[in-house]
């Protein structure tokens, strides 16, 4: 190879001006919440770096609402007061670009239907849909050569959906492990640092304003469902819908479970976990024991981090803040100035690529360990009988604690369980369906008093 | 805003084949080190996923080396022996992609403008290289509307070139801390873990084959100012070189410091810092305190990570591995995945984003906090006079600490020390000039015995 500069290298061509034309785009906004106002005023604030970015002018045409007489934080200052419609058809069929941020699968769905029929680009936060109605989006999407971007709809302002569609499209990535609730994930870590039941936990969480009236979607682990549905088909190029993912909530977790998993050196987090083995693929919600020294562990409060195992980069870990108004914002305007800049270029960023199709497997073909927790009589034999139960059901046993006094039960003297012993159980890795009768046989052994807890134990 | 959907929506347009036209892109990889033979092995062995995901096979048509008859492992098994080539010019000629993984200035740049000038696409991982001569290289890139992607000339496997310059191009980006070079992570945390002094460590380093043999890129900071100006280019949308870069290696940092710091919460990182003002944007390279506390204390062993808070996202942290052939060839393959992908499409990627131009400060206009160590003399109106110093140059003191015991100092008794107290003081944040002209005074005054040891503190 030679070691000096080529004399006879070809010029380089001249530096002609940047190749954007001058010109707008027209942005409807559909919904005005804590995210839609953010956007709003971005584009009205930031008007002159988002048009450099872009290329061209994002110009705000029109913001849908339900009422448009209602008074809104913004709208008469930051945003004009004749911009709001409740036309959220008419508004999405004179513009370039479409920002849906309503959320729920009725309007939206048909909205951003219309809109990608009509030829505008696509940029929505709304992973319920996505969970369920992807497909045909994004089927209709490529077949009318426009985006449909959805950084906000996975964990807020942490980029992690181009980081695995493009960043890690030479790679094979093994195993997606995310916090992807900022809800439950605030709950757990008041109850691991406070000692706290999670009752109050979500009382709290709802006076600051983490958790909604009704916090089913968060605490039953419906929306990390919709997440780690997302993750899965990216991550794997397989389709997975939020039919796929096998899902647990946090409402079983204790404060004494949370205290018996520090007192092992774990932390209880529900994880959002998408995983190829040689079978398929498989994506679950439940809550899990991490290892303390896990990088997951470390993520306090309302903060969201998704750890990516890829054969070539290795592990990965994205964090940041998975909800609100200005850090959901800041993903949608970044897929807005691409989808922008993509028109330009008369070209659209990524397709879907599901080229893959990998079988998607049951919850119960999963591999995983559990941590059981349970009283059992105390008197010699007991743990040979607990151990031929797991034996007969081709479960190896990694650990055995016997731990009377650390770990608190939730039951008090006097009920029966006078000389009885705790015994906390790992398991090796073994398949969910053997695991699970393996608990079930369990629970149905004379010297065991009581299954106090079963959890998962992951990123070991 | 209707809550139904329009029974009149026009119809999705039916779903068309892909729009990628079956094809062959040719790819050229110049050098086959450590990362060259793990982008060359993927091209091979994973021929027909890359091809699923770019939309056309990536063929690779020659690998240029310096000397084609050395033998290599997995020539003439992986890849066919007959690939190897010492003519790089021709190479380049004829492909559709370019790869450099040859590391250095020249020949890199020249065969960098020639594969641009003949309208290939370039991937490089070569951060010096652009640090140096980034401005025309992409110069020639977007004039010629082909693409120059580095993903991997920063922090290895660790997506954060594309984060930062398209998901968080909607936001605003106020600084950025990383840790970019695993040798020196490895090395002070070796320090940390260990207690060992610095050459212990780097020799340590240097037999598990993280440090080179001359670890002066490394420990000097050099290869983090090279990353610390691509960061602060693609962040502030400013073009910021290597020179611009005020550099300190860790050379100077001693188990005693390292120490010290732990006593007081801290944990000693060499950062690249790339920051933006109301005056204009700075980038640095030195050893800094870092809260224990926070995300990027937590980066053991020779990980990487970077911390980026921004406007709208708020606090944001990438982490992964910064060096080795498979993390690194990870990135190339997906930047590889995505120029191709442009390519078919007719278009390119994403162009140099430089339009801000802000001014680039002179390293003593950063604002910063100082830790000083210090021994002075032990005796009543001491301290009064060093706050004296302090406060003539215009800098408030956070905190004192007099720590007699707790700090070892590096010297023994007899020296002159007798009667002496060892200080530690840190102020509040000051210009670096203010700064670095205090620990002069402080010098220069007669109860002040030494000046143990002088350190930033970041992330606060």
Redesign the interface.
């Known amino acids: 190879?030679?070691?000096?500069?080529?004399p006879g290298?070809?010029?380089?061509?001249?530096?002609?001006p940047?190749?954007r034309a001058p010109g707008t785009l027209r942005v409807a906004l559909l919904g005005y919440g804590v995210v839609g106002s953010?956007v709003a005023r971005?584009l009205v604030e930031?008007a002159d770096?988002?048009a450099?970015?872009?290329g061209a002018r994002l110009e705000l045409v029109g913001v849908?609402?339900?009422d448009a007489s209602r008074p809104r934080e913004g709208v008469g200052t930051v945003v004009p007061a004749d911009l709001l419609t409740?036309?959220?058809?008419g508004l999405v069929d004179r513009a370039d670009l479409v920002v849906e941020v309503?959320g729920g699968i009725?309007?939206p769905?048909?909205l951003i239907?219309?809109a990608?029929?009509?030829g505008a680009s696509v940029v929505t936060a709304n992973k319920a849909l996505l969970a369920a109605h992807g497909p045909?989006l994004f089927?209709?999407a490529?077949?009318?050569?426009v985006d449909l971007s959805f950084?906000a709809a996975v964990a807020g302002?942490?980029?992690i959906v181009?980081?695995v569609r493009?960043?890690?499209?030479?790679?094979?990535v093994r195993r997606v492990l995310g916090i992807v609730n900022g809800t439950t994930n605030y709950v757990l870590d008041q109850m691991a640092t406070y000692g706290v039941e999670l009752e109050d936990a979500v009382k709290e969480a709802q006076g600051l304003g983490y958790a909604e009236a009704d916090p089913t979607a968060d605490v039953e682990g419906f929306d990390a469902a919709a997440k780690a549905a997302i993750l899965a088909s990216l991550a794997f190029?397989t389709r997975v819908s939020i039919d796929q993912v096998a899902r647990e909530g946090i409402t079983g977790v204790t404060s004494a479970d949370v205290t018996a998993a520090a007192q092992t050196g774990y932390v209880i987090k529900l994880l959002a976990i998408a995983e190829q083995t040689a079978e398929g693929v498989s994506a679950r919600v439940h809550p899990a024991l991490v290892p303390a020294e896990h990088?997951l562990a470390?993520v306090r409060g309302a903060f969201n981090a998704v750890f990516v195992e890829?054969?070539?980069?290795?592990?990965?870990?994205?964090?940041?803040?998975g909800a609100?108004g200005?850090?959901t914002?800041?993903?949608?305007?970044?897929?807005?100035?691409?989808a922008a800049?993509d028109r330009l270029?008369?070209?659209?960023g990524?397709?879907e690529?599901a080229?893959?199709s990998l079988p998607v497997l049951p919850a119960d073909a999963a591999v995983t360990r559990y941590q059981v927790r349970l009283v059992v009589a105390d008197r010699p034999g007991v743990l040979a009988q607990v151990a031929g139960v797991l034996a007969d059901h081709g479960v190896s046993i990694d650990t055995v604690r016997q731990a009377v006094d650390e770990v608190p039960a939730p039951f008090t003297p006097g009920d029966g369980s006078a000389g009885s012993a705790h015994l906390l159980l790992t398991t090796h890795a073994a398949r969910e369906a053997s695991l699970a009768s393996t608990v079930e046989a369990l629970r149905g052994i004379e010297p065991v008093h009581q299954i106090t807890s079963v959890l998962r134990v992951e990123g070991v």
């Open positions: 190879m030679p070691a000096a500069p080529d290298l070809a010029p380089v061509p001249p530096v002609v940047p190749r953010e971005a930031h770096d988002l450099a970015r872009a849908a609402v339900r409740e036309d959220a058809q309503m009725e309007p769905r048909s239907r219309r990608i029929a009509s045909e089927e209709a490529d077949a009318a050569g950084e302002a942490i980029p181009r980081p493009e960043s890690l499209a030479g790679d094979h190029h990088p470390a890829a054969d070539g980069a290795g592990p990965l870990m994205f964090y940041g803040q609100g200005r850090p914002a800041s993903a949608v305007l970044g897929d807005l100035v691409s800049r270029a008369g070209g659209k990524a397709y690529s080229y893959a």
